[in-house]
């Protein structure tokens, strides 16, 4: 059963990079099924979905961050990461990463790990 | 992008009541439509994909139907467990992948 667990700073400063890594277990990360994604979820913008990473480096990002977000994968660990730069305080939400099953052109998210908070603040 | 609005926002209902859920797109998005349910806490879960095809695991007592702007989120007999919150998403086209504002529903 693939399972998804996000790690990295909880607290970063404004104007930094956030990094976040997700690591994937119980399956590889080496699939044509999955897309990777992240998602996050801010009080005042519920759910967002950020941008999504294949396997093979290949990248598709919400123009709406598109010019702040990068998204890479490291098969050798069975991970994929984002970082989002120059962050503001508007960044800071709970981010999920996700599999993301794509059969074209139904997309759906699952599953998920279990989010972690990042805050931005000095 | 595709804005998708949920209504209500948020319901009060009793265990055993039928309760439906609304999501509408501000475009026609086929059947490209996904339900998540999500407890405090928690991660969403996928409920129901494609409009109305349950995913495996989830209570027969959970439906979903509509195409083209109109959908909803039926669930014929709460339980409480199913006091959450729940979102729509769709995936038509071309992304950004747009989720709903979400519904909680609260116990009465």
């Known amino acids: 059963q693939l399972q998804l667990q996000e790690s990295g700073p909880g607290l970063v400063k404004p104007s930094e990079t956030l990094s976040l890594t997700c690591t994937v277990s119980g399956g590889s990360i080496i699939s044509s099924s999955y897309y990777w994604g992240w998602i996050r979820q801010s009080p005042g913008k519920g759910l967002e979905w950020i941008g999504s990473v294949y396997y093979g480096g290949s990248t598709y990002y919400n123009p709406s961050l598109k010019s702040r977000v990068t998204m890479f994968v490291d098969t050798s660990k069975n991970q994929f990461s984002l970082k989002l730069s120059s962050v503001t305080a508007a960044d800071t939400a709970v981010y999920y990463c996700?599999?993301?099953?794509?059969?074209?052109?139904?997309?759906?998210?699952?599953?998920w790990g279990q989010g972690t908070l990042v805050t931005v603040s000095s | 992008d595709i804005q998708m609005t949920q209504s209500p926002s948020s319901l009060s209902a009793s265990v055993g009541d039928r309760v439906t859920i609304t999501c509408r797109a501000s475009q026609s998005i086929s059947t490209y439509l996904n339900w998540y349910q999500q407890k405090p806490g928690k991660a969403p879960k996928l409920l129901i994909s494609?409009?109305?095809s349950l995913q495996n695991g989830v209570p027969s007592r959970f439906s979903g139907s509509g195409s083209g702007t109109d959908f909803t989120l039926t669930i014929s007999s709460l339980q409480v467990e199913d006091f959450a919150t729940y979102y729509c998403q769709h995936s038509y086209s071309i992304p950004p992948y747009t989720f709903g504002q979400g519904t909680k529903l609260e116990i009465k």
């Open positions: 996700a599999g993301e099953t794509v059969t074209t052109p139904l997309v759906w998210f699952d599953p």
């Open positions: 494609a409009a109305s």
